[in-house]
């Protein structure tokens, strides 16, 4: 099977990438515009596989989608494609409704398009895979809800409004055109490769440099974590096993306090990387870099996952707890310090983004 990933140079993408071409025997065609966050060093380990194929290209541009289409004919398409920080769609909304929007709208036409000119056996096989995320059902209130496929959706910034636009679009697509399309909605990722805007990432390199580690706010926002190599086994499992028109919800079962994941977090610097070594007094601890900040403006208090459609349908759960999931991604940024100073080379150096001026 010949699948075309978009966003292919992105922390998922790039996850879903390594495990089509480490754990199966298709063929998998990357195609990225490599934005700031896409790193085809993130690629390096599958980049002379035979059965990778990387595209530099827009998901925006309709005529370069058209080409890529007929080019390497795939049998189904993953979308990952997306400007996916709420902070930098609060200061800049406009890439996120060009990307995440026109750019899903564009990406499905060049699909219809394609999928209607194919002979009916592998019509009626192909699959269009939409990857979205659990911020477009808003926040959850009541300390024992979950998020559900059927959970209304309420987003709260321009990231997750924009990518519930995206989502609609898609269902559009197969109510009027009869695009076989599947949604995901995953709850937040963590792990290796992770552009360090992003929390855990940023929380670890923040501790490795002795800056100050800021909190949002108390920290009380609860987030349910995802190890990102979990959620590709789920991704893959869904574009070859799941239902046609169906929705599935992918959680990690693993609820956490902000706070409590970057108190985790200096727990593994103290024990993995203390600060004695890197000439700090004796007895220091990482936590004591713990400053809280101006909280995001309209931040979501709580997310969580209710994944057992997944388990029951689809026969998949998380592999890793979070606490070795975390353990493995602390371990990866201290031994992987080439690929993170790469990244911080470029535009970012670990500054706040999105405090809404």
């Known amino acids: 099977m010949k699948i075309l990933v978009t966003g292919g140079a992105g922390f998922i993408g790039s996850a879903v990438v390594r495990h089509i071409c480490n754990f199966t025997n298709d063929m998998v065609i990357n195609v990225d515009k490599l934005t700031y966050a896409g790193n085809l060093n993130s690629l390096e380990q599958v980049s002379g596989n035979s059965r990778y194929i990387f595209e530099k290209a827009d998901i925006c541009d309709a005529v370069v989608m058209a080409t890529v289409f007929k ?93 519930a636009s995206s989502d609609h679009l898609v269902r559009a697509w197969f109510r009027t055109y009869g695009l076989p399309v599947i949604i995901t909605n995953c709850s937040n990722n963590y792990g290796p490769y992770h552009f360090p805007e992003k929390l855990i990432p940023l929380m670890i390199l923040n501790a490795l440099a002795g800056k100050p580690l800021p909190v949002y706010g108390r920290g009380t926002q609860i987030r349910d974590w995802l190890y990102v190599e979990d959620h590709a086994r789920a991704l893959y499992k869904v574009v070859t096993e799941g239902q046609v028109g169906e929705t599935y919800n992918i959680g990690g079962h693993n609820e956490k306090q902000n706070l409590e994941v970057v108190h985790t977090i200096c727990a593994l610097m103290d024990e993995l990387a203390p600060m004695h070594d890197r000439g700090y007094p004796p007895n220091s601890k990482h936590s004591s870099l713990i400053t809280h900040v101006k909280d995001r403006p309209g931040h979501d208090l709580r997310y969580a996952i209710d994944a057992s459609k997944i388990e029951r349908e689809l026969g998949w759960k998380p592999e890793e707890t979070f606490e070795t999931g975390l353990r493995k991604t602390v371990e990866w940024y201290l031994n992987n310090n080439d690929w993170w100073q790469a990244v911080l080379d470029g535009s970012y150096q670990l500054e706040r983004l999105g405090q809404g001026a």
């Not at 979308?79 to 990406?107: K, Q, W």
């Open 71 to 163: 080019k390497h004919q795939p049998d189904a398409v993953m979308h990952l494609a997306a400007e996916s920080h709420v902070d930098r769609s609060i200061d800049g909304p406009a890439a996120f409704i060009e990307t995440n929007i026109v750019g899903t709208y564009v990406l499905l036409e060049a699909t219809r398009d394609y999928w209607k000119g194919l002979p009916e056996e592998r019509k009626l096989a192909f699959r269009f895979h939409h990857i979205s995320t659990d911020e477009v059902y808003g926040d959850l209130h009541g300390t024992e809800d979950l998020f559900t496929e059927n959970t209304p959706y309420a987003p709260s910034s321009p990231y997750s409004a924009s990518k």
